[in-house]
């Protein structure tokens, strides 16, 4: 289900993350995150940003870049999600493959009203990861 969400405080992301191949679609994205999630801490907080070509009847998205948040950073952040208004999911359980968790992000994505999606990876636990979907509601 998709809700409203207001971020009061901007979520920061530190560094980067690079693909290995020159595909940005989300699916390679997500599965370079995946790739790194195992031997990540907990509490560490991955973002896939998307940039969407939003046509009449199809929406497109492109990665343009995967950052990662570790717990207690320092550092100055490289990029955020900005405070104000979103649409927002949270799935109920984490996709194992790209071909898991295309469905769900291209069903939220049909309903952006902005050129920008991000998608949140965030390590919980150990074994437990919450998979996020943003998109602003209008130009934040």
Same mark, same amino acid.
């Given at each position: 289900?998709?809700?409203?969400?207001?971020?009061?405080?901007?979520?920061?992301?530190?560094?980067?993350? *690079?693909?290995? $191949?020159?595909?940005?679609? !989300?699916?390679?994205?997500?599965? /370079? !995150?995946? /790739?790194?999630?195992?031997?990540? #801490?907990?509490?560490?907080?991955?973002?896939?940003?998307?940039?969407?070509? +939003?046509?009449?009847?199809?929406?497109?998205?492109?990665?343009?870049?995967?950052?990662?948040?570790?717990?207690?950073?320092?550092?100055?952040? +490289? =990029? /955020?999600? #900005?405070?104000?208004?979103?649409?927002?999911? *949270?799935?109920? &359980? =984490?996709?194992?493959?790209?071909?898991?968790?295309?469905? &769900?992000?291209?069903? &939220?994505? $049909?309903?952006?009203?902005?050129?920008?999606?991000?998608?949140?990876?965030?390590?919980?636990?150990? &074994?437990?990861?919450? +998979?996020?979907?943003?998109?602003?509601?209008?130009?934040?």
């Amino acid at each position: 289900m998709i809700r409203q969400l207001h971020l009061h405080q901007e979520l920061e992301y530190w560094h980067p993350i *690079q693909f290995e $191949s020159s595909d940005t679609s !989300v699916g390679t994205a997500y599965e /370079a !995150v995946l /790739a790194h999630l195992e031997t990540a #801490p907990v509490g560490t907080d991955y973002l896939i940003t998307c940039m969407l070509r +939003i046509g009449d009847e199809l929406t497109r998205a492109d990665v343009i870049g995967i950052t990662v948040r570790h717990p207690k950073e320092t550092e100055t952040p +490289i =990029t /955020a999600i #900005p405070t104000g208004s979103y649409s927002f999911q *949270q799935l109920p &359980f =984490t996709p194992e493959s790209k071909l898991e968790l295309l469905p &769900f992000f291209m069903k &939220f994505i $049909s309903t952006a009203k902005v050129s920008t999606a991000y998608i949140r990876i965030y390590k919980e636990k150990r &074994f437990e990861t919450a +998979i996020q979907f943003f998109s602003p509601d209008r130009r934040n």
